[in-house]
């Protein structure tokens, strides 16, 4: 079973950067789907980018589009979300998630798609 742990949120100013880690073990997931979900207290989970590990496909909401990569580093066992022009509606818990297999573009911002999640990161953006 892939154990999924984040790390590198943390407190910044509107527009800053951060540079979020999700680090798999014990095993690279090859053919999996990759996603990274956020959720604030009271708020619906929302998906928010996703890399398909074999081939590198990635899909991203229009809300962070242009301002958030997604990326892998396969030797290191782990997924990248760069955030750049943070905002504060940025506020949230970040979370990866796991799939083993590919799910297809939007389909990847539907976190029941998902079937194993790690703690999270917190992103506190101040205006």
């Known amino acids: 079973q892939v154990q999924l742990v984040e790390s590198g949120g943390g407190s910044v100013q509107a527009g800053g950067s951060l540079r979020l880690s999700c680090a798999a073990s014990?095993?690279?997931?090859?053919?999996?789907?990759m996603g990274w979900f956020r959720q604030a207290p009271g708020k619906e989970r929302e998906g928010v980018a996703s890399?398909?590990?074999?081939?590198?496909?990635?899909y991203y909401s229009d809300s962070v589009k242009g301002r958030l990569t997604i990326s892998q580093d396969n030797a290191k066992n782990t997924v990248y979300l760069q955030m750049n022009g943070l905002k504060h509606d940025d506020t949230d818990m970040y979370c990866c998630?796991?799939?083993?297999?590919?799910?297809?573009?939007?389909?990847?911002?539907?976190?029941?798609?998902?079937?194993?999640w790690g703690q999270g990161t917190q992103v506190t953006v101040s205006s």
């Open positions: 890399i398909y590990t074999t081939g590198g496909n990635t």
């Open positions: 998630a796991s799939y083993p297999g590919r799910i297809l573009d939007s389909l990847t911002m539907n976190e029941a798609r998902y079937n194993r």
């Open positions: 014990p095993y690279t997931p090859s053919c999996y789907t």
